[in-house]
């Protein structure tokens, strides 16, 4: 445990202060953050390079709350346009981020929406969730673009149990299935993870917790991306849909026992909320689906907090 958490020391450190004001203020990456500051999804990417049996990008009801689901895809002019009223109306909103619902480095509105953001809001955090895949190769245009936070979802780093968990893998102009996709798929992860990392992007990782596939498993991850020089892990329940509609999620103390046994190795998040792909506002309280009266009571809350805290 002592030398996991001297990892974590030496990133915020060596991080220098505009790093540490980024964690501080992400609420995904800081656990006391959560209540202080929230994110907006912008949801600008509906196409999506790999297929995931646990994935189901197809259906979006006001009640839920998952990777994937969103009222509507936005161009970048509408999401530049929703971002200006969001963060007018929601000034504690301090990061922007692009999470789907496909997968952001398979679209290239991606980047047009992350330039606009950052010419007009050059003072939020700008991150982003991907699966991995195309990530050496876009890397650069995420520098471009100036994103500084990331999340990679990495859902084993073994072959076989990969397989077991995605349908096909669509790279350079073709389909690769079974063993084969998931070998590209964990390659290019792995190299784009130490990549972004040695180019001083702080990096999250979700994994998918999947009992009887990779609940076993998990540890070796979380000593893999330890080495890499990841920032903080997040292992996230099983949603049973689409192929794995029928399996059974872990039940919460299975969860916190593969988080306990990582976290000698790497940080864990132990706050998400699995949120939507256009969720915004605290993590949690996704403004999104609240009615109007329920958000002013939530920007009068955050607005007294706020003040509280500018006068300690």
């Known amino acids: 445990m002592d030398n996991q958490e001297s990892n974590i020391c030496d990133i915020e450190v060596t991080g220098g202060e505009d790093i540490k004001r980024i964690i501080a203020q992400h609420p995904c990456y800081s ?3 959560q209540h202080k500051f929230g994110r907006i999804h912008l ?7 790999i297929q995931c049996n646990y994935c189901d990008r197809k259906f979006d009801c006001v009640n839920e ?21 969001v963060l007018r109306e929601y000034p504690f909103i301090k990061v922007v981020g692009i999470a789907g619902p496909g997968d952001p480095l398979a679209n290239d509105e991606t980047f047009e929406t992350l330039e606009l953001i950052r010419q007009e809001f050059p003072d939020v955090t700008l991150c982003l969730s991907t699966n991995g895949l195309a990530l050496p190769e876009k890397l650069p245009d995420l520098l471009r673009t100036g994103v500084s936070t990331l999340t990679v979802t990495l859902n084993a780093i073994d072959p076989e149990i990969e397989a077991q968990l ?7 102009g073709r389909v690769y299935r079974g063993t084969e996709a998931a070998e590209i ?25 999947v009992p ?44 916190k026992a593969v988080q306990d046994a990582c976290e000698p190795y790497v940080q864990q998040m132990r706050h998400c909320r699995q949120c939507r ?16 009266e329920r ?4 920007k009068l809350d955050m607005k007294k907090k706020m003040d509280t805290d500018e006068k300690a």
């Open 65 to 85: 709350s998952r990777p994937g689901v969103t009222s509507e895809v936005l161009t970048p002019a509408k999401a530049l346009e929703k971002t200006r009223q």
């Open 185 to 209: 798929l964990i390659r290019n992860q792995l190299e784009g993870i130490r990549l972004a990392v040695d180019a001083g992007l702080v990096i999250k990782i979700n994994t998918v917790l």
């Open 295 to 298: 958000r002013n009571v939530i």
């Open 277 to 292: 792909s256009d969720a915004y506002g605290l993590i949690g309280k996704d403004l999104s689906q609240l009615s109007e």
């Open 43 to 49: 949801a600008v990417a509906p196409k999506c390079n």
């Open 166 to 172: 995605i349908s096909h893998v669509s790279y350079k």
């Open 31 to 33: 656990k006391d953050a």
């Open 212 to 255: 009887g596939i990779n609940d076993k498993h998990i540890l070796e991850v979380a000593k893999r991306v330890n080495e890499l020089g990841v920032y903080i892990m997040n292992v996230m329940p099983l949603i049973c849909q689409a192929k794995f509609a029928d399996m059974e999620p872990p039940t919460p103390a299975e969860r």
